[in-house]
């Protein structure tokens, strides 16, 4: 059965759940207090916006997606499908960026892409969906099905900060590969998304902690 991470008392429950499944992240969570849900807007909006961010700085990111969303409303599929590619660039999109979200909407209309669907599918499942389109990388996918969707157990395994935190929270020697973080995240299942959660609130007290040990110097 797949967990839904909708409310911030999901979220309380799946780490309570995750903490008795896996006693090593009970000091984890001492460290940190309960984390925060994060949650953005769903469906294509939400996916189109990640998009957009992909390798901007936050600013630009904002910036862009401030455009874009203003010039369509509603903004749906069936408004990026239509809209001019010339448009699109002027608001700030790339090449690349207009491609992957005609791409998308065009396999929405179709009726070929049911992002409504994924948030039901396993999470390795649903990961292979999203990936297969140009334009989606497996972060992405990770994060859209996470955040959008709340899909308990997605699992962001290319994100640096969740790396840096189980190599610290672990007592790893090195900073694990998108490839190693997975078998490390199966004790995990199907809550894998919540770990996510507790790991990225670990990162936010160790890169405190830098902040602090610097300061004293």
């Known amino acids: 059965m797949t967990v839904h991470l909708k409310t911030q008392s999901d979220l309380d429950d799946a780490i309570h759940a995750l903490v008795k499944q896996d006693p090593r992240l009970k000091p984890i969570l001492d460290r940190t ?9 769903p469906g294509f909006e939400g996916l189109a916006a990640i ?28 408004a990026i499908r239509k809209a001019r590619i010339d448009r699109l660039g002027r608001l700030g999109l790339s090449a690349a960026k207009i491609a992957a979200l005609k791409l998308l909407a065009g396999e929405i209309a179709a009726g070929r892409l049911n992002l409504d669907v994924l948030a039901e599918e396993d999470a390795d499942a649903a990961h292979a969906t999203l990936v297969r389109y140009r ?8 994060v859209y099905l996470l955040f959008c969707l709340g899909h308990g157990d997605a699992w962001p395994a290319g994100d640096v900060a969740l790396q840096e935190a189980i190599k610290v929270g672990l007592g790893l020697t090195t900073r694990p590969s998108p490839k190693q973080m997975a078998p490390l995240a199966e004790p995990w299942r199907p809550l894998r ?25």
């Open 51 to 78: 998009v957009c961010g992909q390798q901007l700085s936050t600013a630009s990111a904002s910036a862009i997606w401030g455009r874009l969303s203003a010039a369509f409303t509603p903004f749906d599929h069936d």
């Open 193 to 217: 998304g919540a770990a996510a959660h507790l790991w990225w609130a670990y990162y936010k007290v160790i890169k405190n902690r830098e902040g602090v040990a610097a300061g004293t110097k």
């Open 33 to 41: 207090g309960p984390p925060a849900l994060r949650r953005r807007q």
């Open 135 to 142: 334009g989606i990388g497996p972060w992405t996918a990770d």
